[in-house]
């Protein structure tokens, strides 16, 4: 994995400060359970863990239809209810939203040959048996939807080139158009077609909207009658002759969460929606105008956890990657399930309580390029996850110049230490990969054929327990 210039602070020495102990995050573990591995070109765009915290998980397959799985056992999902793209009308669903025992689906192909933009409420009150509450869609727009999200009785979807769409769904048995509105599609004009509405997510009134290459938007939405877009933001530190595509937001307090593909994510500080501003770009790929192609990873769907405290941010090619937002003007790199040039690709991400699922697709009868990345591997992946917390009991009166260099490596691990130490040197599922004494100044330690990713090297002395982190390329 390609670190950037604003993402290279991924070295750590977890210690509180000289007056006090305390406990720091030193890595999220990721253990795989299962990968439900679909047929042959069948994609997931995003799968949902059940938020009523019953044992099942959604899963919207596109052309494979939506699929809901039994996760009593999570190491063996088993499939229990599906409803193929005809029981929508022929619409393919793409996104999911759960609000109690109702279900939004938003429905309609947008890559490829595109269909109608829709919605589909279904009521889940039984898992298992999921029942179609009613349906909406619209041959005025044509370019299918991405995304819904609901709020005080109104839906809105991303109906892709024609912006969003506001259905009132009070009754989830009888959906009905309110409005759309579609944001000035000339801004920031870094690229030569129209943007597309892609996330979404709430500040109180106020609806920020990833708008692809539109760049970031907040729309004012106190009237759902009338949407008024109120600010617009792009990064200001944008690389030259880069296209923009903001894929996916999600809001924590008063700081915006937004992905921006091949280009990372940002922490866009929102407590003024009419004036937002940077706080933080996370570049791991080192984006430039010539890489989109082929790029170790492509951030899509985001999505806070551990109390606002993570974020894990899908990594298409590098699948997740797992940050602590504690300080939004830093974020650290904790975590992951990082395999880039596999041709395996997540696409989704969804964390509920100690679970998370990736969502994978599948574009192997697609001519690369024009892809960025090419995948095979379509179906859904769940994991288990649990935060590594250490208590460092630092001595004042010493200075403690640990180090490893060089950070990213691409060999061995050269440590700089006082005195002697017992390291454990972990991958990012929390494996042991190399356990000794070492002794200071230097130590060296040379890994056996490391995979590209993050790793964790811990060191114990009788003073308390630090933990470095390094990149392997």
Same mark, same amino acid.
């Given at each position: 994995?390609?670190?950037? !210039?604003?993402?290279?602070? %991924? /070295?750590?020495?977890?210690?509180?400060?000289?007056?006090?102990? #305390?406990? &720091? *995050?030193?890595? $999220?573990?990721?253990?795989?359970?299962?990968?439900?591995?679909?047929?042959?070109?069948?994609s997931?765009?995003?799968?949902?863990?059940?938020?009523?915290?019953?044992?099942?998980?959604?899963?919207?397959?596109v052309?494979?239809?939506?699929?809901?799985?039994?996760?009593?056992?999570?190491?063996?999902?088993?499939?229990?209810?599906?409803?193929?793209?005809?029981?929508?009308?022929g619409?393919?669903?793409?996104?999911?939203?759960?609000?109690?025992?109702?279900?939004?689906?938003?429905?309609?192909?947008?890559?490829?040959?595109?269909?109608?933009?829709?919605?589909?409420?279904?009521?889940?009150?039984d !898992?298992?048996?999921?029942? %179609? /509450?009613?349906?909406?869609?619209?041959?005025?727009?044509?370019? #299918?939807? &991405? *995304?819904?999200? $609901?709020?005080?009785?109104?839906?809105?979807?991303?109906?892709?080139?024609?912006?969003?769409?506001?259905?009132?769904?009070?009754?989830p048995?009888?959906?009905?158009?309110?409005?759309?509105?579609?944001?000035?599609?000339?801004?920031?004009?870094?690229?030569?077609?129209?943007?597309?509405?892609?996330?979404?997510?709430?500040?109180?009134?106020?609806?920020?909207?990833?708008?692809?290459?539109?760049?970031?938007?907040?729309?004012?939405?106190?009237?759902?009658?009338?949407?008024?877009?109120?600010?617009?933001?792009?990064?200001?530190?944008?690389?030259?002759?880069?296209?923009?595509?903001?894929?996916?937001?999600?809001?924590?307090?008063?700081?915006?969460?937004?992905?921006?593909?091949?280009?990372?994510?940002?922490?866009?500080?929102?407590?003024?929606?009419?004036?937002?501003?940077?706080?933080?770009?996370?570049?791991?790929?080192?984006?430039?105008?010539?890489?989109?192609?082929?790029?170790?990873?492509?951030?899509?769907?985001?999505?806070?956890?551990?109390?606002?405290?993570?974020?894990?941010?899908?990594?298409?090619?590098?699948?997740?990657?797992?940050?602590?937002?504690?300080?939004?003007v830093?974020?650290?790199l904790?975590?992951?399930?990082?395999?880039p040039?596999?041709?395996?690709?997540?696409?989704?991400?969804?964390?509920?309580?100690?679970?998370?699922?990736?969502?994978?697709?599948?574009?192997?009868?697609?001519?690369?390029?024009?892809?960025?990345?090419?995948?095979?591997?379509?179906?859904?992946?769940?994991?288990?996850?649990?935060?590594?917390?250490?208590?460092?009991?630092?001595?004042?009166?010493?200075?403690?110049?640990?180090?490893?260099?060089p950070?990213?490596?691409?060999?061995?691990?050269?440590?700089?230490?006082?005195?002697?130490?017992?390291?454990?040197?972990?991958?990012?599922?929390?494996?042991?990969?190399?356990?000794?004494?070492?002794?200071?100044?230097?130590?060296?330690?040379?890994?056996?054929?490391?995979?590209?990713?993050?790793?964790?090297?811990?060191?114990?002395?009788?003073?308390?327990?630090?933990?470095?982190?390094?990149?392997?390329?």
């Open positions: 994995m390609r670190i950037g !210039p604003l993402a290279s602070v %991924v /070295l750590v020495v977890a210690m509180p400060g000289p007056a006090a102990h #305390g406990q &720091a *995050i030193d890595t $999220v573990l990721l253990t795989e359970q299962a990968f439900v591995h679909h047929p042959f070109v069948y997931t765009f995003a799968a949902l863990i059940d938020r009523s915290d019953r044992p099942f998980l959604y899963a919207a397959g052309e494979h239809g939506l699929r809901t799985y039994d996760i009593s056992d999570p190491a063996a999902p088993v499939e229990v209810d599906v409803l193929w793209p005809p029981a929508f009308g619409l393919k669903p793409t996104n999911i939203h759960q609000d109690g025992d109702l279900l939004y689906v938003s429905l309609g192909g947008f890559q490829g040959v595109t269909q109608a933009a829709g919605l589909a409420v279904l009521d889940i009150a !898992p298992a048996n999921a029942a %179609v /509450l009613d349906q909406w869609d619209s041959a005025a727009f044509t370019s #299918g939807s &991405a *995304i819904v999200r $609901v709020r005080n009785g109104f839906a809105y979807l991303g109906a892709m080139r024609e912006g969003l769409v506001v259905l009132d769904v009070n009754d048995a009888d959906i009905r158009f309110v409005s759309s509105f579609q944001p000035d599609t000339t801004w920031p004009g870094l690229v030569n077609y129209p943007p597309n509405a892609r996330g979404m997510d709430f500040k109180g009134d106020t609806l920020l909207l990833a708008y692809d290459a539109g760049a970031l938007r907040a729309i004012a939405i106190d009237d759902p009658t009338d949407l008024v877009e109120v600010d617009r933001y792009l990064n200001p530190l944008q690389p030259a002759a880069t296209p923009c595509a903001y894929n996916n937001v999600r809001v924590v307090g008063d700081v915006c969460y937004v992905t921006t593909d091949f280009c990372g994510f940002e922490a866009v500080d929102i407590r003024n929606a009419t004036a937002m501003q940077q706080l933080a770009w996370v570049n791991p790929w080192n984006c430039n105008g010539g890489s989109w192609f082929g790029s170790d990873g492509h951030a899509n769907e985001l999505i806070p956890a551990a109390g606002d405290s993570l974020l894990f941010v899908n990594g298409g090619d590098s699948e997740v990657l797992v940050y602590d937002i504690t300080e939004p830093t974020p650290l904790v975590g992951g399930f990082i395999h040039n596999d041709s395996s690709v997540a696409w989704g991400v969804d964390v509920h309580d100690s679970l998370m699922v990736l969502s994978y697709i599948d574009n192997s009868l697609v001519f690369w390029p024009p892809q960025p990345y090419y995948a095979d591997d379509g179906g859904i992946q769940l994991f288990t996850w649990t935060v590594d917390r250490s208590t460092a009991f630092p001595d004042p009166g010493r200075d403690r110049s640990w180090q490893v260099w950070n990213p490596t691409q060999g061995p691990l050269n440590i700089a230490l006082e005195g002697v130490a017992q390291a454990v040197v972990r991958d990012h599922l929390g494996r042991v990969l190399w356990q000794g004494r070492v002794q200071g100044p230097r130590a060296r330690i040379d890994l056996p054929r490391p995979a590209p990713g993050s790793y964790l090297v811990e060191l114990i002395t009788p003073q308390g327990r630090n933990v470095l982190r390094t990149v392997v390329q």
